[in-house]
């Protein structure tokens, strides 16, 4: 192998390359995994999202005109709940953010909590999406006026970024924007972004019909199974009836979720195809160096044999060899994979990089492996008389 140093050394590039290329695909590949293994929190089906603008009408009849919309809307034959919400709706590439800072005794930030998605919502919202509450409860009619500390609803993930130590969060105190607010109820999740991207955590806060400041403009109708084409015009034709120059948009769900994992998942389509192309001109390639190498080393393999190796051995020793030159090029592989975790790139866990680079060095040996066994087995089949003849 050291007299081959050359033509090895090419081969090692090779394996090199093809354990970064299946170290990335295999660190996206897990990172959705995990992602879509995570709870989504609530049900999309026969739910619509009803999206209206309010043309020209004053801001101040605007919200009137809204609460006579709602009141035909849960009247309307067909719908079964009705729960206002902010743009950042399921599956509408929609999010709100914030950070929040935890602070002990003395008013110190002892822990920040970044990339919170923020929902304002109906309190219908459980009734039309099938929200889980594990602690506490949702919000009520006597959260309206709930005076000083206005009422929250947080999920599981946010109570663990708030509480490591598993305390739960129920009746403790929220901090945000510089006010103290008391969190009633958590929800198992609530991942608007859908199941393909990474689980964030989530504050709820409750829509009052009171509120003439905040002026939401999608609404959620869980509607009945069947439903179709003649409830969705019913329904556009009474935002137009209700609200004078009003229009509307209605979109279900399902959809939605649909055409978002189709936008999600393009891209990594596209480079686990270009990937495996990649991948499969390695392989030939890599047949076909050990197939010359072979043709070449005929009179080698002939000595062998005649000095007693059994077929096995030669083909053990093709094999073996090819193992090695992929150790090597798997080492300088892990030197270069191993800088992400370390320096934290893109904010991924660690354990996502660690099982990529044990899939891509397993998938790297298997490839190795298959693209080595034709031609060992050429090699085991050269018969001594033969191959000396030659020389």
């Given amino acids: 192998m050291w007299n081959r140093r050359r033509a090895n050394a090419l081969l090692i590039v090779e394996m090199f390359l093809a354990f970064v290329v299946l170290f ?3 660190s996206i590949g897990t990172t959705l995994w995990r992602n879509y293994r995570q709870p989504l929190g609530f049900t999309y089906t026969d739910v619509w999202q009803l999206n209206f603008t309010t043309g020209q009408q004053p801001r101040a009849e605007q919200f ?6 709602l009141a035909r809307l849960r009247s309307t034959p067909g719908v079964e709940e009705v729960a206002l919400s902010a743009s950042n709706t399921p599956f509408s590439f929609n999010d709100s953010r914030s950070s929040i800072e935890m602070k002990d005794e003395k008013g110190k930030t002892k822990r920040s909590i970044n990339n919170v998605n923020v929902y304002n919502v109906g309190p219908e919202l459980p009734k039309v999406l099938g929200l889980k509450v594990v602690a506490g409860r949702w919000f009520d009619r006597s959260d309206v006026a709930s005076g000083a500390n206005p009422p929250v609803v ?18 403790k105190m929220f901090p945000f924007d510089k006010k ?3 969190i009633i109820g958590v929800v198992s999740a609530y991942r608007t972004d859908g199941e393909l991207q990474e689980p964030l955590s989530s ?3 409750q829509i009052l019909p009171t509120d003439t400041i905040f002026l939401p403009q999608s609404i959620l109708l869980k509607v009945r199974p069947g439903s179709g084409a003649a409830l969705e015009k019913q329904l556009a034709d009474d935002v137009r009836r209700i ?3 009003w229009s509307s948009t209605i979109k279900p769900l399902a959809e939605m979720h649909q055409s978002q994992m189709k936008q999600l998942l393009t891209r990594p389509i596209l480079l686990g195809s270009m990937s495996f192309f990649l991948l499969l001109n390695v392989a030939l390639g890599l047949f076909g160096v050990l197939w010359l190498n072979i043709s070449r080393r005929r009179g080698e393999i002939g000595v062998r044999r005649a000095m007693g190796a059994t077929a096995g051995n030669i083909s053990r020793q093709v094999l073996g060899e090819i193992l090695v ?4 090029g798997l080492g300088l592989g892990l030197l270069v994979a191993a800088q992400f975790p370390l320096l934290g790139v893109f904010s991924v866990q660690t354990s996502v990089y660690l ?10 040996y298997l490839l190795a492996t298959v693209c080595a066994l034709y031609p060992s087995r050429l090699a085991a089949g050269i018969q001594p008389a033969v191959a000396l003849r030659e020389e």
């Fill in 325 to 328: 030159l992929t150790t090597f």
């Fill in 24 to 26: 990335a695909v295999g």
């Fill in 64 to 69: 009137g005109t809204l609460q006579q919309l």
């Fill in 243 to 245: 609200g004078p120059g």
């Fill in 203 to 205: 504050v709820l806060w």
């Fill in 355 to 364: 099982t990529a680079m044990v899939l891509a060095a397993g998938l790297l």
């Fill in 154 to 171: 947080i999920d599981e993930r946010m109570q663990r970024a708030m509480y490591p130590d598993g305390e739960s969060a129920v009746g």
């Fill in 180 to 182: 103290e607010q008391r």
